[in-house]
Nanobody, 121 residues
């Protein structure tokens, strides 16, 4: 199994920045794609950003130009740099990965528990 643990959330004022980190551990043969999602109270989970093993990235329109996803393949880490934060960015941010635990397994999706980001003055 692949375990994902997020860190870096907190309270920040509008216009501020935060950097989220996600560490993948456990049985990992290959991680194809790593993702950041967010879920605000009463709203559906939203895909925020993705990055493939070859560093191809994709962003939700709501965060383009403000958020940046990056990964450290050697250490199985993924990061989300969030700038110019707005109150509407307030949510639980969850890390996700599409990975193979071993060379004989199919790809599966894994999730972390999430970290709270609150943007408020």
């Amino acid at each position: 199994q692949v375990h994902l643990v997020e860190s870096g959330g907190g309270l920040v004022q509008p216009g501020g920045s935060l950097r989220l980190s996600c560490a993948a551990s456990g049985s990992i043969y290959y991680i194809y794609e790593m993702r950041w999602y967010r879920q605000a109270p009463g709203k559906q989970r939203e895909l925020v950003a993705t990055i493939t093993s070859s560093d191809l990235t994709n962003y939700a329109d709501s965060v383009k130009g403000r958020f940046s996803i990056s990964r450290d393949n050697a250490n199985n880490m993924v990061y989300l740099q969030m700038n110019s934060l707005k109150p509407e960015d307030t949510a639980v941010y969850l890390c996700g990965a599409r990975a193979k635990p071993s060379r004989w397994d199919d790809y599966a999706d894994y999730w972390g528990q999430g970290t709270q980001v609150t943007v408020s003055s």
